[in-house]
């Protein structure tokens, strides 16, 4: 078996990295190279037709890749035309392959694109003289199996995952700035964080607080507000990190438990055409549907709020859509049931706010499921993912719950549908992906995060794994069946 390396100079993609994953053929200058050379078997040309018209994310994948397989493979595009190579805008190459002889990797009589890869990355290894040089980047078991059979090492593709938050010591030089003015320049930040990257516009930064500072200014050191800032856009079209601060207009029934709440809790409170669209990519049991949807509620039913007219929720669907005819009842009817995580949210919500005209005394199980009827006949609409089409959502507090089991093209269209005065939230656990097409990375709630990262009409928050609140019951059972 080759040798185990933390970066393989030669890469040849597995067919199912490129379906997945078809930005690695085109990265830009900030993005770490995946290899010095990716090696491109010429087979996968005929074997990407095949799926360019599919109603699917391969569909859409395939289309992507055959357009920048026909832009890299024109001759003027070439670095060196002669040996059919490309560089990237980042440096790595693309280099397209062929190899005579694949006997040694057919089996019974098949040669699919995958064994063209493997005797590609076999001849490669001859060449060099070095087993350990080259790897298959893979996500596939059957792939990984064969090339480890044959002594090629494997790689997973492990795209950057941007978290949208950060955790930094708050240097004492800038503690007058962020308590006094409650706000940082990004001059500033990058004077005295010279070795972070620079802030993205809508992310987040927790400062662990010196306690001694923390006395002079009279703050406690948890006060989650006091310690966490928004890089937000500032009037010059740069940006500045602000102290959170919508999130101090949550009514006493809403208290966010963990930074990361406090996070998604400050980019939901803020206004539509501030924030229109908040992405949250994060574990079971971290509050993001809770908050998603108590604070839609509260947010379009108080009195003295009124900022959206309704609640808009499209739910999990792993089967995009297929067996809904066959469910009973109406439209509505039939979403519901696949909306159970916006619904127990709902119920914690009437549990958790009580009764309002009753001194906010505790409801009975009766009184709180009236609560929950009246609220869902009122202020929500649930719309299955295939009656989307079409259509412009305004003045709407939108929750597209589960989303990693949504496929980047439905996610794509999806997103489109936000109209004016809308707030569009997109949660999900990348996970736990029931869609057998997808992965953690290759799923449409990661692909949103991943192209709306920095974008100034979005704020991407993921939970820590610390940051799980669930029941202590239900935390043992995940230690101990997780380990």
């Known amino acids: 078996m080759a040798e185990r390396r933390e970066f393989h100079p030669d890469i040849v993609p597995a067919l199912d990295t490129l379906i997945g994953n078809p930005d690695i053929l085109d990265p830009d200058s900030g993005t770490k190279k995946k290899a010095e050379t990716l090696h491109i078997p010429m087979q996968y040309i005929d074997r990407v037709r095949e799926f360019r018209h599919e109603m699917s994310s391969r569909g859409e994948a395939a289309t992507k890749i055959l357009s920048l397989f026909s832009r890299i493979l024109e001759t003027p ?44 990355a076999k001849a490669i ?7 350990g040089a080259v ?14 059979a044959n002594g090629i090492d494997i790689v997973r593709i492990n795209p950057d995952v941007y978290t949208g938050r950060r955790s930094l010591i708050l240097p004492e030089d800038l503690s007058d700035n962020w308590f006094v003015n409650q706000r940082i320049t990004a001059d500033e930040f990058a004077e005295f964080f010279p070795n972070e990257k620079p802030l993205l516009l809508n992310e ?26 928004r890089f937000e856009p500032n009037e010059d079209g740069t940006g500045i990190l602000r102290r ?3 999130v101090d207009e949550l009514p006493g029934y809403i208290q966010p438990r963990t930074p990361g709440q406090c996070m998604l809790a400050e980019a939901l409170m803020a206004p539509a055409k501030e924030i229109p669209i908040v992405i949250c990519p994060s574990e079971f049991g971290t509050g993001k549907t809770y908050l998603a949807t108590s604070i839609g509620d509260y947010l379009v039913t108080d009195e003295k709020r009124r ?18 005819g066959f469910l009973p009842g109406d439209e509505t009817e039939k979403t519901i049931a696949k909306a159970m995580p916006i619904l127990d949210s709902l119920y914690n919500y009437y549990r958790n706010k009580g009764d309002r005209k009753k001194g906010n005394c505790a409801m009975t199980a009766q009184d709180i499921k009236a609560k929950v009827d009246l609220a869902i006949r009122d202020h929500f609409e649930f719309v299955s993912i295939i009656n989307m ?55 449409g709630l990661m692909y949103a995060a991943t192209k709306m990262a920095g974008s100034p009409y979005a704020a991407v928050i993921t939970m ?20």
């Open 307 to 324: 900022d959206y007219d309704r609640i808009f929720v499209v739910p999990r669907d792993a089967e995009l859509g297929k067996e809904i």
């Open 389 to 443: 089409g079409g259509r412009s959502i305004s003045d709407s507090w939108i929750i597209y719950d589960e989303a990693q089991d949504m496929e980047r093209f439905q996610v794509n269209q999806l997103m489109k549908r936000i109209g004016e005065g809308s707030k569009m939230i997109i949660t999900g656990d990348p996970h736990q992906v029931f869609n057998k097409h997808m992965d953690y990375h290759s799923n």
């Open 204 to 229: 987040f930064v927790e400062f662990t607080i010196d306690p001694v500072a923390a006395e002079v200014y009279s703050v406690h050191p948890d006060n989650m507000p006091v310690r966490i800032g």
């Open 125 to 131: 290894q001859k060449q060099l003289g070095d087993p």
């Open 464 to 483: 820590l794994e610390n940051e799980i609140t669930r029941s202590e019951a239900a935390r043992e059972v995940a230690r101990c069946l997780d380990t």
């Open 77 to 120: 595009h070439y670095t060196d035309a002669a040996n059919k190579t490309f560089t990237c805008k980042n440096g790595m190459v693309i280099k397209f392959e062929t190899v005579s002889d694949i006997s040694e990797f057919s089996t019974n009589g098949r040669t699919g694109a995958n064994t063209h890869a493997l005797a590609i």
């Open 135 to 148: 790897a298959i980047m893979t996500g596939d078991n059957y792939m990984s199996s064969k090339a480890l």
């Open 244 to 246: 959170i601060h919508y």
